[in-house]
């Protein structure tokens, strides 16, 4: 037995061990990664001290093949290392990664919509204004584009009212508003959104208590600012829809409706 062991080719360190995750291509056991030659509980404890070499399958090894480096678990996006619970690093990583790609979508289309939509609008005047009607907090669920435009841009929703109610410029009210709602600052985020909605209301005219503003606001905010985006619009005359359309009344027209809308209310 020893004298045929001693003729038998010794498998180097360096080169991973085959197992039926290679040979047989056996689904990994519940709980554990594939290494690409055998399986371990995670991608960090794959290697065994063995670097590069023994990173593969589901994992991807990142750093230096020579130096130092981590083994992670890989993505099918791009071979990015993959978010692992235990990884405060990945999880940051990713975070930041989307937050970027996100920013860079809203911004492109934050563009058009100040040129096709904003550019086409008055903010809520100051005096001489007939106010319209109250509107619902549910009402936004009966106009499928607010509920587009809130769900996927709210920051440039918030960013349109604030600057209809005059109370920011749109691109300062877009960029205060992602920061707020779209990070870890949403907490801060929502607490001010309560100001700036009571103010907005103030703007237009309607006298809602701050306890009111506050429940809306913090229980039921994607609702809350597409009321608020149906009733700003209903102030300066506009309707807006998907994809950056915008049709735009007179101000008498506007007002007159207003007017109507009461005295029929009253009656």
């Given at each position: ?5 001693a ?17 047989s ?21 794959c ?26 678990l890989s ?6 290392p993959?978010l692992?619970?235990q ?8 975070w930041?990664?989307?937050?970027l ?18 550019a ?14 109250e ?5 936004c ?11 996927f ?5 918030l960013?349109?009212?604030y ?21 870890p600052l949403?907490?801060?985020g ?7 909605a009571?103010?907005?209301?103030d ?32 102030e ?15 101000r ?16």
């Open positions: 037995f020893c004298a045929r062991c003729h038998r080719p010794r498998r180097e360190a360096s080169q991973p061990p085959r197992s039926a995750a290679m040979s291509g056996f689904a990994t056991p519940p709980g554990n990664v594939n290494c690409g030659g055998h399986f371990a509980a995670n991608c960090g404890a290697t065994h001290g063995n670097g590069a070499a023994w990173c593969n399958g589901d994992c991807l090894w990142t750093g230096s093949l020579l130096g130092d480096g981590e083994c992670k993505s099918p996006i791009l071979g990015m993959s692992e619970p990884d405060s690093l990945s999880s940051l990583y990713w930041g990664l989307i937050c790609l996100s920013s860079l979508v809203m911004l492109v289309y934050a563009c058009i919509y100040k040129r096709k939509v904003i086409e609008l008055e903010p809520i005047p100051s005096s001489m204004n007939i106010t319209g009607d509107i619902p907090v549910t009402a669920c009966k106009k499928p584009h607010t509920i587009l435009y809130t769900c841009c709210m920051p440039i929703v960013g349109k009212n600057w209809a109610a005059s109370l920011m410029p749109f691109w300062p009210g877009c960029i205060f508003s992602f920061l707020l709602h779209c990070t949403y907490p801060l929502a607490c001010i959104r309560v100001v700036m009571k103010k907005v209301h703007s237009i005219g309607h006298s809602r208590s701050w306890a009111r503003v506050a429940m809306s606001s913090l229980f039921c905010m994607p609702c809350d600012v597409g009321r608020e985006s149906l009733e700003v619009d209903a300066i005359g506009a309707d807006i829809t998907c994809c950056c359309q915008v049709e735009v009344s007179s008498l027209m506007n007002d007159m409706g207003h007017a109507r809308a009461r005295m029929c209310g009253a009656s």
